[in-house]
């Protein structure tokens, strides 16, 4: 089992409120990243980063920010939640070593629907 | 553009079958590829690697192919279960400067009893 922590799982909102996604590692991983996949769709990737003070943008265009402060914790906000915000998100940690092999270990997800 | 490609429709299957999955990718030739399985409603888990020098991996009853001149690779879950019905992707590394997964659509599995 993953040392890989999402919060919350399930989260329901009104338009416009800001809202921030917790995610935390235990394994000491570098690299960290979040997806957006929606119920029966591929994953993309929206954002990721290389370690403290790193982040970048992933492949889909998304209006939510995240920061990376602590190796451990690599949080994802958005200032005002819409209803096309409504997906399941989710977290992901790896190795940053050479030789490594970029092997992703995910978190449960969040649930997220914004009404 | 480099791209994975998995089969979006599908594989239905009776218990006690072989499932056989593949996963294509172009314009790259990746050091090694991966295979995850998720399941409704959570994170993929990593299940298998196969490196490029490698031409197959098993582990219990899951086999991996990985063939680099035809640029494809197959899973096999052999003895197939109604617990092994989800959908299995496939990823690889497509953009060395980036060193992140690039992941296929996935294909799901149904293992009928």
């Known amino acids: 089992e993953a040392d890989i922590y999402q919060t919350p799982r399930y989260l329901v909102i009104g338009t416009g409120k800001k809202i921030t996604l917790e995610c935390s590692q235990t394994?000491?991983?570098?690299?960290m990243y979040w997806y957006q996949q929606d119920p029966g769709m591929e994953l993309h990737l929206i954002h990721y980063s290389y370690g403290v003070n790193s982040t970048e943008k992933g492949d889909l265009s998304s209006e939510s920010t995240v920061s990376r402060i602590r190796t451990e914790h690599f949080p994802l906000t958005l200032e005002s939640a819409r209803p096309s915000h409504t997906s399941q998100y989710l977290c992901a940690s790896s190795e940053l070593t050479p030789g490594s092999t970029d092997t992703q270990y995910f978190g449960p997800g969040t649930r997220l629907t914004v009404l | 553009s480099q791209k994975i490609e998995q089969n979006s429709e599908a594989l239905n299957i009776q218990e006690g079958k072989t499932a056989t999955l593949t996963c294509n990718y172009t314009?790259?030739?990746?050091?090694?590829l991966q295979w995850y399985r998720q399941d409704p409603g959570r994170g993929p888990v990593f299940l298998l690697l196969?490196?490029?020098?490698?031409k197959e991996k098993r582990k219990e009853r899951l086999k991996v192919t990985f063939d680099t001149t035809l640029k494809q690779s197959l899973f096999h879950i052999t003895a197939s279960q109604p617990a092994d019905s989800a959908t299995y992707l496939c990823a690889l590394v497509l953009d060395m400067g980036r060193r992140a997964l690039t992941f296929g659509s996935g294909t799901r599995l149904q293992v009928q009893p």
């Open positions: 196969i490196r490029e020098n490698e």
């Open positions: 394994m000491g991983h570098d690299k």
């Open positions: 314009n790259y030739s990746p050091a090694y």
